[in-house]
């Protein structure tokens, strides 16, 4: 059967994607896009069938650009080398070790933020506030206490935007080398201090796990690309919806009266979100 083969924009695709991805869910969900010398697949369902089939679409890529730019992570093994990995970070990111361990951090990190940013008239939401949140949860989650938050935000975007970088822009490339020997550094300094094994980060666990050293890297720089930029838009995303949501009646909202936004905020703004996405 021939591919279908569907053209792109790439312009107008960097600078809103939505338009192009409707379009390609429209009219050719499964299709050859030469701009970026890929096939693409832009239904939900169909990416949630394939990607369980290994034998055809394995995560093991040894020339994909994110196995080339951060090593060969996790997300990037299939069957048991990744549950092998995935399985000895679980304490790190358990619910449990969220709730005992990391929640009570995140609480003291947060207010700190909030005192400094009393007394200012106006703040950037994104850049005062959910970026430090996330960054300073990042550093102890990863063990790289070392890093400055801002450094941790610019490598985590620098690494997304290298792992993007279909069109193989040298300047993003070099980018996303740059950030990722910071990381490096940062992991090899930590390694060297008496207080690595003090926490349940992901250094410690990877390093009590016996995990050389390319193994531990490679799963931080994951745990950083993500999770860095999810979180703080995650919680930008939450805010600015909250303060531009309309009366809850009137969004189809029931159940979630004004007064639990507070309380309730992530519910209703992922009910908000989804009910978009599904128009
Ligand atoms: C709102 C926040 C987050 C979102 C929306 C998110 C989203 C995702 C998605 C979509 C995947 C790919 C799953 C797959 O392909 O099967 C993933 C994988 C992963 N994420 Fe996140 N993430 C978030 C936060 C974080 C944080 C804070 C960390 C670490 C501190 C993290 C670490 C990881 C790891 C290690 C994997 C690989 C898991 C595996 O291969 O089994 N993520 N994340």
């Known amino acids: 059967m021939k591919t279908v083969q569907h053209n792109i924009d790439l312009t107008s695709f960097i600078k809103d994607p939505y338009p192009t991805l409707a379009a390609l869910r429209r009219d050719a969900p499964i299709a050859y896009v030469p701009e970026l010398n890929a096939i693409l697949m832009s239904k939900r369902n169909d990416i949630f069938i394939c990607e369980k089939n290994i034998s055809v679409f394995s995560s093991d890529q040894p020339d994909g650009l994110m196995t080339q730019l951060m090593g060969q992570n996790m997300m990037r093994k299939d069957g048991a080398d990744h549950q092998r990995e ?120 990877q390093h009590k796990a016996g995990f050389d050293l390319a193994t531990i890297s490679a799963n931080i720089k994951l745990a950083i690309s993500g999770g860095q930029n999810e979180p703080r838009d995650a919680i930008a995303g939450v805010i600015g919806t909250l303060l531009v949501l309309p009366d809850p009646q009137s969004t189809g909202l029931r159940g979630y009266p004004a007064s639990s936004y507070a309380s309730n905020g992530v519910d209703v703004v992922v009910q908000f979100l989804a009910s978009g996405f599904q128009a």
């Open 86 to 205: 995935r399985h000895a970070i679980f304490p790190t990111v358990s619910p449990k070790t969220v709730a005992n361990v990391w929640k009570a951090e995140f609480i003291r990190q947060t207010q700190d933020i909030l005192d400094r940013l009393v007394g200012q008239s106006e703040i950037d939401v994104v850049n005062d506030f959910a970026m430090p949140v996330s960054a300073k949860a990042l550093k102890s989650v990863t063990g790289l206490t070392n890093m400055g938050w801002r450094e941790m935000d610019r490598v985590s975007q620098g690494m997304i935007d290298g792992c993007a970088n279909y069109t193989g822009n040298k300047t993003v490339e070099a980018h996303c080398h740059d950030c990722t020997a910071s990381i490096d550094r940062h992991i090899s300094e930590r390694m060297g201090q008496v207080d690595r094994d003090d926490f349940s980060s992901l250094l410690s666990i």
